[in-house]
């Protein structure tokens, strides 16, 4: 009873700690997206909708197999984004989606204008392993059971 008292309030700590973390879930897509290439530059802009704070943007070459630059942009209030590349002049596939996961919305970059192709792409999410609530339950569990350990072991000493 007297090691319960005194691991009771760990586990309290760890339940307040992860159950917040179980309810999230994105809910957040890239709607619309433009490409341009002109002047050694490739311009992405596009709207978002939902919960989305920033896009992941993925360029490929024209044919869309070989991948030529990753990165990501914050959206903006209004839930517009842009993100400008240094790029040769030329034809781009371009895909965007949600940095916390979700479907890719595409794109052709021509050289000549602009175009508004939106092609959902099925593609897995952009960053499985990223998502901040998944590590805060980590290292909360983490914490949990290091310093149950730490009672049991000072418990057992005296």
Do not use: H
């Not at 942009?73 to 790029?87: G, M, P, Q, S």
Request: with cysteine; charged share 20%.
């Amino acid at each position: 009873m007297k090691l319960f008292k005194k691991i009771l309030p760990i586990l309290v700590f760890t339940f307040v700690l992860v159950l917040p973390t179980v309810a999230f879930a994105a809910d957040g897509k890239v709607d619309s997206l433009q490409a341009k290439s002109d002047d050694g530059k490739l311009t992405v802009t596009g709207k978002a909708s939902g919960d989305v704070l920033s896009v992941a943007v993925l360029v490929y070459d024209e044919s869309g197999k070989n991948l030529i630059d990753v990165g990501s942009t914050v959206v903006n209030d209004d839930k517009t984004f842009t993100r400008v590349v240094a790029l040769p002049n030329g034809t781009y596939t371009v895909k965007a989606a949600d940095y916390d996961g979700g479907d890719f919305t595409q794109a052709l970059a021509k050289e000549e204008s602009p175009t508004d192709d939106t092609i959902p792409d099925k593609t897995p999410g952009t960053a499985d392993y990223s998502n901040p609530y998944l590590w805060i339950t980590v290292f909360g569990v983490a914490v949990a059971v290091s310093g149950g350990a730490f009672v049991y072991k000072l418990c057992k000493q005296n």
